[in-house]
Nanobody, 114 residues
Framework: QVQLVESGGGLAQAGGSLALSCSDPAGVFSRADMAWFRQAPGEARELIASIENNGHTAYAESVKGRFTISRDITKNLVYLQMNDLKPEDTAVYFC????????WGQGTQVTVSS
């Protein structure tokens, strides 16, 4: 099955920034609506940002105004710029199709210290 590869996570202080990338090596999702999800310890995975093929974006209230999703279709990459990070943003971050999903990848850990 197609697997997407997330990268760019790490440790950040509250108020800091991190930039995540999602690679689609096979280009299977190059024209699909894409999304970023996150899963905090003991919590369900949640949708936090999406980008449609036409460029329209949407965000969960918890990240609106702080996170920005974008994509480079020519490189089969989807990005998530995260600014003004908060400790509650600590989670494993995943990318996947918004409507049509593939097997979940490993995700990338984001840890925000206060």
């Amino acid at each position: 099955q197609v697997q997407l590869v997330e990268s760019g996570g790490g440790l950040a202080q509250a108020g800091g920034s991190l930039a995540l990338s999602c690679s689609d090596p096979a280009g299977v999702f190059s024209r699909a609506d894409m999304a970023w999800f996150r899963q905090a310890p003991g919590e369900a995975r949640e949708l936090i940002a999406s980008i449609e093929n036409n460029g329209h974006t949407a965000y969960a209230e918890s990240v609106k105004g702080r996170f920005t999703i974008s994509r480079d279709i020519t490189k089969n990459l989807v990005y998530l710029q995260m600014n003004d990070l908060k400790p509650e943003d600590t989670a494993v971050y995943f990318c996947n199709g918004l409507l049509v999903r593939t097997e979940w990848g490993q995700g990338t850990q984001v840890t925000v210290s206060s």
